[in-house]
């Protein structure tokens, strides 16, 4: 073996003293995703979730049950990973609920976090990753103001939702800085709803009581993810990515989104900004609002994005391989112009739980890969159900992106959810 040879990096067997082992922080069905790619690679994967039975869970060699959230149950979780022999230790968050200080504090003493602890504190708080794009990067947002208190909130929905007083009053949008997914995310729609907006914050947030951003209403044309990949090669964009919401989290995604080259241009310089901001090799999920030619930051995932399920089928490389290949050092594949290629217009929709239930069973499988022959669905194996609860998701692939959220929608449908 020659001296060159003896530097490249090893991927070893998992499971022995050679393994590049990642710890998942977070095993939900991005996480999932994220596994089976790694696996793929040959990783070794460890999945760690506030639940037994998490979607990664099953797929991962090994598994830890703790509340990511308490610092010291995470301290001990990570050092006693990195007191395991391999060759090369990830940590990898997959959700913002993490007690990311401990993240920062074993980054000091030589722990590799994926893209970095910084990041994944900024994104997991929504003022910290605000804050860096509009006041340090200076970048075009929405109005907005930090709350505290549910006094603070009236003061702010009195000034951002009706500004100066002279016409109807704007409706505000008001969020836990903490929190993801739509979860503690509500709109407030007239002056007297600021309080429950408030209370629902508190209460239905991911992390616990915190406080909220309230944001003015901004009138765009369509908002869209920007999958960004920071790698060893420099930084790919995929083509950009439409979807719709409901109550904060998504219920459909496409791509491409299409866009005048004035704003396809201006979102790229947007999302590359905040990513250089961020640091860090990896996938980060770059939302924005888009009116005409002008776009407007929202908000950044050091991660794969929900809405970017799509990729699986619209990309030969989708957003969780190229996740993996980032931050592993891989070549990412790009075109000429520095962006991953597609396949086709392609895309998702969601499956969703109507009501409670234990271990949940499926119908209708076979009417939904009957659709189309470009039908793909994935279920996500988590072992409860609830109103409103993203169970699974139906892919298509078609001529353009409407004949292809068509197929999707009309998968997803025959999917039934039952006890």
């Known amino acids: 073996m020659s001296a060159s040879e003896t530097l490249k990096p090893v991927?070893?067997?998992?499971?022995?003293?050679?393994?590049?082992?990642?710890?998942?922080?977070?095993?939900?069905?991005?996480?999932?995703?994220?596994?089976?790619?790694?696996?793929?690679?040959?990783?070794?994967?460890?999945?760690?979730?506030?639940?037994?039975?998490?979607?990664?869970?099953?797929?991962?060699?090994?598994?830890?049950?703790?509340?990511?959230?308490?610092?010291?149950?995470?301290?001990?979780?990570?050092?006693?990973e990195r007191a395991r022999p391999c060759a090369r230790l990830l940590v990898v968050p997959e959700i913002e609920a993490i007690a990311t200080p401990v993240l920062e504090e074993l980054e000091a003493e030589g722990l590799h976090v994926v893209p970095t602890a910084?990041?994944?504190?900024?994104?997991?708080?929504?003022?910290?990753?605000?804050?860096?794009?509009?006041?340090?990067?200076g970048l075009p947002t929405s109005p907005y103001r930090f709350c505290t208190t549910a006094e603070e909130l009236r003061d702010a929905v009195a000034?951002?939702?009706?500004?100066?007083?002279?016409?109807?009053?704007?409706?505000?949008?008001?969020?836990?800085?903490?929190?993801?997914?739509?979860?503690?995310?509500?709109?407030?729609?007239?002056?007297?709803?600021?309080?429950?907006?408030?209370?629902?914050?508190?209460?239905?947030?991911?992390?616990?009581?915190?406080?909220?951003?309230?944001?003015?209403?901004?009138?765009?044309d369509y908002e869209i993810t920007l999958l960004t990949v920071r790698h060893a090669g420099g930084t790919a964009f995929c083509a950009p990515i439409g979807h719709t919401q409901e109550d904060g989290d998504y219920r459909?995604?496409?791509?491409?989104?299409?866009?005048?080259?004035a704003a396809a241009a201006r979102a790229e310089e947007i999302a590359r900004r905040v990513t250089d901001g961020l640091g860090g090799h990896g996938l980060f999920g770059v939302e924005l609002f888009v009116r005409g030619d002008e776009v407007l930051f929202?908000?950044?995932?050091?991660?794969?994005?929900?809405?970017?399920?799509?990729?699986?089928?619209?990309?030969?490389?989708?957003?969780?391989?190229?996740h993996v290949r980032a931050i592993l050092g891989l070549p990412v594949p790009t075109?000429?112009?520095?962006?991953?290629?597609?396949?086709?217009?392609?895309?998702?929709?969601?499956?969703?739980?109507?009501?409670d239930l234990d271990a949940p069973s499926y119908t209708g499988l076979a009417e939904a890969l009957a659709v189309d022959p470009s039908v793909d669905v994935r279920l996500f194996g988590k072992p409860d159900a609830r109103p409103g609860r993203r169970l699974g998701v139906a892919l298509a692939r078609g001529g353009d992106v409407d004949a292809a959220r068509a197929l999707a929608r009309e998968a997803a449908g025959a999917v039934g959810v039952v006890g």
């Open 11 to 80: 991927h070893g067997t998992p499971g022995t003293a050679g393994a590049v082992r990642l710890v998942l922080l977070g095993s939900g069905e991005l996480g999932r995703e994220v596994a089976i790619e790694a696996m793929r690679l040959g990783c070794e994967v460890v999945a760690v979730d506030r639940y037994d039975g998490a979607p990664a869970m099953q797929v991962a060699h090994r598994s830890h049950t703790i509340a990511m959230t308490d610092p010291d149950a995470l301290r001990e979780l990570l050092r006693a």
């Open 118 to 137: 910084r990041a994944a504190r900024l994104t997991m708080d929504r003022e910290g990753i605000r804050r860096l794009a509009a006041e340090e990067l």
């Open 159 to 220: 000034a951002l939702g009706t500004g100066d007083g002279s016409g109807p009053f704007v409706p505000c949008v008001v969020k836990p800085v903490m929190s993801s997914s739509g979860k503690g995310q509500s709109v407030v729609r007239a002056p007297e709803d600021a309080d429950a907006s408030w209370a629902y914050a508190q209460e239905s947030g991911r992390t616990g009581p915190s406080a909220v951003i309230c944001e003015g209403f901004v009138a765009f």
């Open 252 to 261: 459909e995604s496409w791509q491409p989104q299409p866009m005048t080259d």
């Open 298 to 322: 929202s908000e950044v995932s050091p991660r794969p994005h929900d809405t970017g399920m799509v990729t699986m089928a619209s990309q030969a490389s989708s957003e969780f391989a190229l």
């Open 335 to 355: 075109d000429a112009a520095g962006r991953v290629p597609l396949l086709a217009p392609a895309a998702s929709a969601v499956i969703l739980g109507d009501c």
